[in-house]
């Protein structure tokens, strides 16, 4: 018995306890790394805010870029040798609107809609809004349904919090998973050919022309979602 006493006083000061801990998450980064530390950082223990300027609004449905490889990965569905989508995903839809906008002589550059139409509709929306024509940005079949149930749910009333709550869920994840902000925000950068949005200067354009400065554009009026400054009084990585 007191061997096992022993052994399992050793294995519990093995352990790491590290408390609540926040990250921040744009990109893969913050995926990689509790997917890596996975040991160290346990869901319960620990919060994601995620990046929210680089979302846009395509065809009407709101893509939440940062958020959803978060959610993926926490799911156990994320596709890790690109680290971003779903694995073994199909893209059966957006290769026929590929092909559709091909016949019809459209192409599949990135197509952001007019000024005006910039600032109507869904608020959180605003700034990132793309037309839904050729499809710039690869979504896949599955991915599209989660777009298409985030989007649902913010035309009934959630926040972008509250939808993100659905996904999670939906998807099975402990891990809390919040948006920085449930008001818009959108990653516009400026270039000497003029501005475009983050996805279209560096998803379809490879980060060319070369950028001249970033503007972060609503997030002077933009708030903290109600958990987020909780969450941020806990360490911060």
């Known amino acids: 018995n007191g ?8 294995q519990a000061a093995g352990r790491t ?6 990250f921040l998450a744009g990109g893969t980064g913050t995926p990689k790394l509790l997917h ?20 846009i609004e395509l065809a009407g449905h709101l893509v939440c870029p940062d958020l959803d490889t978060q959610l993926f990965a926490d799911a156990g569905e994320l596709d890790t040798e690109t680290w971003w989508g779903l694995a073994d995903e199909t893209t059966e839809t957006h290769d026929a609107l590929h092909e559709f906008a091909e016949r019809a002589g459209l192409g599949t550059d990135p ?13 959180l929306a605003r700034w990132r809004r793309f037309s839904g024509v050729g499809e710039f940005m690869l979504i896949g079949d599955r991915d599209r349904a989660v777009h298409l149930t985030r989007t649902g749910r913010l035309d009934e009333g959630d926040t972008l919090t509250e939808a993100t ?73």
């Open 165 to 237: 709550a659905v996904l999670r869920e939906a998807l099975g994840v402990e891990r809390r998973i919040l948006p920085m902000s449930d008001d818009p925000v959108a990653t516009i950068v400026h270039t000497p050919d003029g501005e475009q949005h983050f996805q279209e200067w560096w998803g379809a354009n490879s980060g060319e022309p070369a950028l001249q400065t970033v503007a972060f554009r609503g997030a002077d009026g933009a708030d903290a979602p109600p958990d987020g400054p909780a969450a941020l009084a806990d360490p911060v990585v």
């Open 111 to 123: 197509r952001y809609l007019d000024a005006e139409a910039q600032t109507s509709g869904r608020r």
């Open 3 to 10: 061997g096992r006493v022993r052994r399992r006083n050793r």
């Open 17 to 22: 306890n590290t408390g609540m801990v926040t």
């Open 36 to 55: 890596g530390a996975a040991a160290t950082f346990s869901p319960a223990e620990t919060t994601v805010v995620a990046n929210t300027g680089d979302d």
